[in-house]
């Protein structure tokens, strides 16, 4: 059985993601600005753009982590930012950082906060979940929002450098975009359901290893371009 911790889980892929990593018969600490569980136990609520509230949470986890997986993001609708004007001649700077300060800082943070606890556990993994727009490749002709665009592109970056600062200490690291999804985000248009995004996920994670530490994933374990 891993210790699971899982950013905003209370909503959306998160929440599908816990059910189906406690399916898989692991213990999950569902973390959430509006409060946070472990089983029958709680922990201090999550905003991972508070430090504050990064550190009591941090110092609530009393055992191993094996996967910490980094969810919780938002783009520029949550800010109160309107469709046309989240691009690059529109969007303003409070909200172009605010979501880099969720999307790419705030893993960041939680994973150093973390690390004593993901170094106690053997193979222990953390899973950034990007998208297809932080790609270069990809981003360059797609995305109405250019915060949330440069906000996963700047994780991915944080991702390919802390697999390789983690990777003499045995964790994994790597970026998954877990495809277009049924989310409030991603809207009712979008082909895969939360539930067929988790479940690929989980299976994704279980065959990691730490020669995979650094990649760039699908949520169907394919390689995504940069």
Known sequence: MRHVVITGAARGLGAALVQQFEA?????????????????????????????SIA????????????LVNN?????????AVDGNRGPFGLSAEDFLAEVRVNAVGPMLLTRALLPRLEEAPGACVLNMTSQLGSMWYGAGHGNDIGYNASKAALNAITVRTAGLLKPKGIVVVAVH?????????????PLSMDE???????????LTIED???FLRWDGTEHPW
């Open 213 to 215: 530490t650094g990649r």
């Open 24 to 52: 898989a018969g692991d213990e999950v600490v569902a973390a959430a600005r509006s409060g946070s569980t472990g089983g029958s136990r709680r922990h201090p609520p999550l905003d991972v753009a508070d430090e504050r």
């Open 178 to 190: 877990p495809g277009w999804v049924r989310t409030d985000m991603g809207g009712s248009s979008a």
């Open 56 to 67: 009591a949470f941090a110092s609530s986890i009393d055992r191993p982590v094996d996967l």
């Open 72 to 80: 919780a993001a938002i783009d520029a609708r949550a800010l109160g």
């Open 197 to 207: 995004s988790a479940t690929a996920i989980v299976d994704v994670v279980s065959s």
